[in-house]
């Protein structure tokens, strides 16, 4: 943790780099609803950082910056939340938004009499478009960006815009750090990033601490049998788990297909031809 944050929580002012809250329906909360979901307790989160400090190795060398905390509001939404917060009113990408590939096993349940459902827990998904890419190139994408940040600059100052370009989709820039964070046999990465679910800071798949090896697969089967089903019902873990797993996969597939004797025969044969080949 030291090598992510200097200090917690960060500056209320730099949440919107990080954060974007947007509504799909055909009116904006107000703020007093919007509270409910998205209001900020500056006494809970100081407690959650002591507590953290006290309970968690991985935080207990990070510093509690007080005047940050002294900036939060005391059960309020954060202004720079409520200022960048956006709202989607066509009821064609509302629904959009909505739809999933397949239908829906849970909701036809009744329908078709499977009465035993009390152990399932619901995910509502939300279609993705395109989930490879393979329809936009790179030279799309920024050819998007570019008009998108043309038109921030157009409309700073004259609210004469086309409507060619009122209809795009925003852009919204996701940052990243230069240095990919390592996923194999690294406990804190999971520790890290769900501090509710690992509150102890312990816990986590593959710590080369624990007497006896047990596999991811083994490991993630057992989180997601927790009674609290709070693995379970977390709205990313299983997702992120899932990526790694298939990434993993892949991985192990590649070397085992390098391996064969044949693979090496092919790498060598087309080092031979120079990088000049024909397409039939």
């Known amino acids: 943790m030291p090598n992510i944050v200097t200090s917690l ?10 954060l974007k809250v947007i509504f799909i329906g055909a009116h904006t909360p107000d703020r007093v609803q919007l509270r ?27 510093p509690i910056n007080e005047l940050n905390i002294a900036k939060l509001p005391e059960d309020d939404v954060p202004e720079s939340i409520w200022a960048t917060l956006e709202r989607i009113e066509n009821a064609v990408d509302a629904n959009a938004e909505r739809t999933g590939f397949t239908d829906d096993p849970l909701t036809n349940a009744a329908g078709n009499d499977e009465s035993n459902t009390s152990n399932i827990c619901p995910m509502n998904t939300s279609a993705v478009l395109d989930v490879n890419g393979t329809t936009i190139s790179s030279e799309d994408i920024g050819v998007h960006l570019l008009r998108k940040v043309n038109k921030d600059l157009i409309s700073a100052s004259s609210d004469l815009i086309e409507k060619s370009t009122e209809d795009e989709d925003d852009v919204y820039m996701i940052p990243r750090s230069h240095m990919p964070i390592k996923d194999y046999f690294n406990p804190e990465l999971l520790l890290g990033l ?30 997601l049998a927790y009674d609290d089903q709070r693995f379970e019902k977390h709205h990313s873990f299983m997702f992120v788990l899932f990526n790694i797993m298939q990434r993993r996969q892949a991985c192990w597939n590649a070397t085992l297909m390098a391996s064969r004797p044949y693979f090496q025969d092919a790498a060598n044969d087309l080092q031979t031809r120079g990088g000049t080949f024909t397409l039939i």
Not at 45 to 55: C, G, T
Not at 202 to 207: L, S, V
Not at 213 to 219: A, G, M, Y
């Open 9 to 18: 929580p960060f500056d209320v002012d730099d949440l919107s780099d990080t």
């Open 194 to 223: 769900y501090p509710t679910l690992f509150p102890y800071g312990f816990g986590a798949p593959q710590d080369s601490s624990r007497p006896v090896s047990v596999s991811l697969e083994q490991h993630i089967r057992y989180l």
């Open 36 to 62: 409910k979901i998205c209001g900020v307790s500056r006494q809970k989160i100081r407690n959650a950082l002591l507590w953290l400090k006290s309970h968690n190795h991985m935080y207990r060398a990070i």
